[in-house]
């Protein structure tokens, strides 16, 4: 081979070759083979424990059909195929947070197969197929002394998330970038809250991702050497860890040296991934047929259904508001981020506020606030009818704009009711001409620079002229209508 | 003789005559025990407590003459110790348990309970129910009551024995390749394994998931059938038991034979069988024959791949199985600082080597680059094997087989494993088909018992209990019994 190619990795153009594998917990109200509650956050160890999810001699697993139907509802938003027939396979293994010594999981007859999620990225459509939708059983949780495995003299096991429902989801290794990984996710689990079958929670892991990459070079159509990437607890760092892994693959290719098959693990505080297992040392996992539980037959219509419960889809529900509202794409793709918001928008408009300034508000003024009360719009003492309340007096002109963001401030935790409040304090708009006119000459006489500078071409100069009118009313006068008069009076 | 009762019909009876109380049938039962069992070795616990509270209920519910009285009221029982019993020590017959007590009881055990039955103790076993000679209990082996320096069969071999011994009337042990059917001939009781899915695992410490089943060791056809009923139906908490109904084993129990096809497979009668096993079984063909069935000969080709497909899949399940006894949670721990140690050191010092030796095998089975060669294949051949059982149920209505090649061995004769594997080569077959089969005590052999099999199609147990029940009634071999029992007054 040739020096020079060696030598200089930047000659060689390399592309990154991305899949990723998503583990999502499912929203069931018990456990995947037993009774236990799901849900474990605040629970005291061991609480949400029972002789099957605890492995003890002679349990044996039932299945929860709601799982069942959470996975299909996710294959089918998935476009994925669900074939008539899928059976469980036991994944065996050694380790404390595993009871049984097994996994139960789907081997080669999966829930579902052959799927795709497309999304849009920098106004480029992305495709990125999906291998496999499978249901299996969380593991239970390890807490060492002193918080690190190296040092520790002694490990706790917590059991409550052993046997909790959790859905694999396998992409495939269709994306290019580490921007695209990252927009798949969010994606991907902002789909899977729409249908309700997973909380989309990265720090406490129900929504969990790994990452396989290797690079090649541009235009070769074979795959260089894999190295899967774990302990990635949001976006930001899955889109960084993919980051460095490309960089340093290719690098590493450069230097003339090879990759290795393995497992690293990304290091927040170092910002780097780091060996933790070669392939040598990967796991035979001696699947074979689950023989606890008989093979599922799922029936079309039990598969219709469940298709019959699946709600409009954001990207759908995105290009809907637009055609049938006229909000701009944009608005719509914020409106359509999580189903209760494009609820509570469909809410308001359904309650009579105009669409574009229920957009317009939703988006800027009540995200905000939402944002920093950490309240979402439906939660909060206002709630959705009384926003629509007050957007629907500010579309009548009863108050203006200031007037109605100080009003949603104040009434956004608490609550009232915005046409009361207006009436009994007098916020309503000023919008008479008469009224209007003598505080416009009022103001004019006291701006005597600014009216000046106006008419020696200074536009911006006419602002201070108008907020002296907005003052001497307490912001309610009619702002477009003072713009007018003034330019009247002064064009005259 | 003895007048006093020893076979749930008559148990039953006498209670209800008022002519014993429950809590006296529980102190004969103790009693036998206490004179016999250091011999034999039937029983690794007594659930003592347990007994003398349900004796004394059902002494109450008896004396109330409370109408609609359970079926097993009152009745002393043993169950395998690989049955969970809430708070009761649960070993599996090995080391690696000793001292679990689990918080469950197995659904077939809560349901003799429920019946009434009186719950004795746990019985020996081979250690995971993997044997044939209950030699591999790590707590000693069982003596057969027939002949003391002789092999009850196993695994189920404590059930077996303290029926024979006339310890308690009614027991239950579990099959996965023979190990009810077996020890029952071995010993010369009624053993029944039900058809696949019949009775709940619930409870039931597993060996191979997809063979075992549990079901009655009895005195008598009719005790077993009594005993299935009281145990069988759907689970909720096995999702491999079947929703469909059961059919009552004692409804038509004495419907006779008269014009049944029976199939003789000639397969079961080849190489290896004891010349008195076959004059043994072939006299109760003749009696079959007798009693107005049609005798067919069948064949059934696969047999010969039977045991090696067994000894596959039963090992591959459970090297599985058996992976949650690691000495994290429960049982014996050998702790040795590293996670890794802690685990090999336990699982040496808790499993025996028969336990071992099927992890090894089944591991090896299921491992990367030899599933395809052994465990598919195996699958493969076990769906051929029921699919041969199923066509030969087109022609005949059941199969009629001795249930062992042999009668009782002395203890050590087998010390090479698979001379031991061998011994299952009539009885294996059934399991990995699941249908429902019963060994009958049919005749003697230089003084030890010889059991007839006889295999229905499954779900059809009842049929199988009552070609089994017309046998036993038209001869007296039941009522022959071992001679350590008539040298203890009962």
Redesign the interface.
């Known amino acids: 081979m040739t020096e020079t190619l060696r030598g200089a990795p930047a000659m060689v153009d390399h592309e990154a070759v991305i899949g990723l594998e998503v583990h999502a917990q499912l929203l069931t109200r018990s456990k995947m083979f037993c009774g236990c509650p799901a849900g474990y956050v605040g629970a005291a160890p061991n609480e949400n424990t029972c002789p099957v999810c605890l492995g003890l001699p002679g349990t044996l697993p039932v299945i929860n059909r709601r799982a069942v139907e959470h996975t299909v509802r996710t294959a089918l938003a998935l476009n994925c195929e669900i074939p008539h027939f899928t059976k469980f396979d036991r994944k065996n293994y050694f380790y404390p947070d595993l009871p049984k010594g097994y996994q139960i999981s789907q081997y080669d007859l999966p829930l579902s197969r052959n799927g795709h999620l497309e999304f849009s990225l920098d106004g480029r459509r992305v495709r990125c197929g999906i291998t496999r939708v499978h249901l299996e059983e969380d593991t239970g949780t390890l807490h060492h002394a002193g918080d690190v495995l190296q040092s520790a003299t002694s490990s706790l096991v917590d059991y409550n998330r052993s046997g909790v429902p959790l859905m694999e989801i396998v992409g495939e290794p269709d994306l290019r970038s580490a921007e695209e990984a990252r927009e798949y996710l969010v994606r991907l689990r902002q789909i899977l809250m729409y249908i309700g079958v997973n909380d989309g929670n990265l720090e406490e892991g129900s929504f969990r991702c790994d990452a396989n990459v290797s690079v090649r070079p541009r235009g070769s159509d074979t795959l260089g050497v894999k190295v899967e990437i774990k302990n990635m607890n949001s976006f930001r760092a899955v889109q960084r860890a993919v980051e460095y892994e490309i960089t340093r693959q290719i690098t590493v290719l450069g230097a003339g040296e090879t990759l290795h098959q393995e497992t690293r693990g990304w290091v927040e505080a170092r910002a780097a991934t780091v060996s933790q297992r070669s392939k040598e040392h990967a796991h035979d996992y001696r699947y074979f047929p689950e023989p606890d539980l008989a093979p599922m037959v799922l029936s079309v219509e039990m598969v219709e259904e469940v298709r019959h419960t699946l709600p409009e889809l954001p990207e759908a529900r995105a290009a809907r508001l637009v055609a049938e509202h006229g909000i701009g794409a944009d608005d719509a793709g914020v409106l359509t981020a999580t189903r209760e918001e494009a609820d509570s928008f469909e809410r308001l408009v359904a309650a009579g506020v105009p669409a574009r300034l229920a957009a317009n508000w939703q988006v800027n003024a009540v995200n905000g606030l939402s944002n920093a009360h950490h309240v979402p719009l439906w939660e909060s003492g206002l709630g959705i009818d009384g926003l629509a309340a007050l957007l629907r007096l500010v579309d009548a002109g009863t108050v203006n704009q200031t007037t109605a963001k100080e009003l949603l401030e104040e009434l956004y935790l608490g609550g009232g009711d915005p046409g009361a409040i207006v009436r009994e304090r007098g916020l309503g708009q000023v919008s008479d001409a008469a009224e209007l006119a003598a505080l416009v000459d009022a103001a004019i006489e006291a701006n005597a620079k600014a009216v000046a500078d106006f008419q020696g071409g200074k536009e911006g100069a006419l602002q201070a002229v108008v907020g002296h009118v907005m003052k001497a009313t307490k912001g309610r006068a009619d702002a477009k209508l003072v713009n007018r008069l003034l330019r009247e009076r002064l064009s005259g | 003789m003895s007048a006093a009762p020893e076979t749930l019909a008559e148990c039953a009876a006498a209670l209800r005559a008022g002519a014993v109380t429950a809590v006296e049938l529980l102190e004969r039962s103790r009693a036998r025990i206490a004179a016999l069992d250091p011999q034999v070795n039937a029983f690794l616990s007594r659930t003592d407590d347990l007994a003398d509270r349900a004796a004394v209920e059902a002494d109450r519910l008896l004396s109330a003459g409370t109408p609609g009285l359970p079926a097993l009221c009152g009745v002393p029982v043993a169950v395998k110790d ?3 019993v809430e708070g009761a020590e ?1 070993t ?1 017959g090995s080391l690696i ?1 000793r001292g ?1 007590r ?3 009881t ?1 659904t077939a055990v809560q349901r003799l309970l429920d019946a009434g039955a009186v719950l004795v103790g746990k019985t020996n076993c081979d250690e995971f129910a993997m044997g044939s000679s209950n030699e591999n209990s790590a707590y000693g082996p069982v003596r057969n009551p027939w002949d003391l320096g002789r092999v009850p069969g196993g695994s189920s071999g404590g059930s077996a024995a303290a029926v024979a011994a006339r310890m308690v009337p009614l027991s239950l042990g579990t099959d996965t390749g023979g190990s009810i059917r077996q020890p029952a001939a071995l010993c010369g009781v009624v053993g029944f394994k039900p058809t696949y899915g019949r009775v709940s ?6 060996f ?3 063979l075992d089943q549990v079901g009655p060791f009895a005195l008598s056809v009719e005790d077993a059938a009594t005993c299935f009923a009281a145990v069988a139906g759907h689970d ?5 038991s079947s929703p469909t109904s059961v059919e009552d084993p004692l409804g038509g129990l004495r419907e006779g034979v008269d014009g049944l096809r029976l199939g003789v497979p000639h397969e079961y009668f080849g190489e290896g069988l004891d010349p008195g096993v076959r004059a043994a079984v072939e006299g109760a063909l003749e009696v079959l024959r007798s009693l107005g069935a049609t005798l067919e000969e069948v064949s059934l080709p696969t047999t010969d791949a039977a045991l090696s497909t067994y000894y596959v899949i039963a090992p ?2 459970c ?2 199985n ?5 000495g ?3 049982g014996m721990r050998e702790d040795r600082g590293s ?1 890794l140690e802690t ?1 090999l050191r336990t699982r040496d010092a808790g499993f025996g080597a028969e336990v071992k030796r099927r992890i090894m095998l089944g ?1 090896y089975a ?3 680059g030899y ?1 395809d060669a052994y ?1 598919r294949k195996a699958q493969k051949v076990r769906t051929l094997i029921a699919d041969e059982f199923s066509r030969v149920f087109e022609r005949v209505d059941a199969i009629v087989s001795p249930t062992s090649p042999v009668p009782a061995f002395p203890l050590g004769a087998h010390s090479d494993p698979l001379s031991m594997y061998l011994l299952d080569v009539l009885t294996v077959p059934v399991n990995l088909a699941g249908l429902p089969g019963v060994s009958v005590p049919c005749g003697l052999v230089d003084g030890l018992p010889v059991g007839l099999q006889v295999v229905a199609p499954r779900f059809l147990d009842a049929r199988a209990l009552r070609i089994a029940h017309a046998y036993e009634q038209a001869t007296g071999w039941r009522t022959l019994r071992p001679a350590s029992v008539e040298a203890v007054a009962p």
Do not use: K
């Open positions: 690989v049955l969970c649960t599996a348990l679990f689990p918080p469950y197995a695992r619930y409870g039931l410490i597993a191979a998931s997809s909720p908490l096995d999702g491999t591959a399940e090297s599985s058996l992976a949650r006894y690691d994290i949670r429960f996670l685990y591991t299921l491992s990367s599933y465990y």
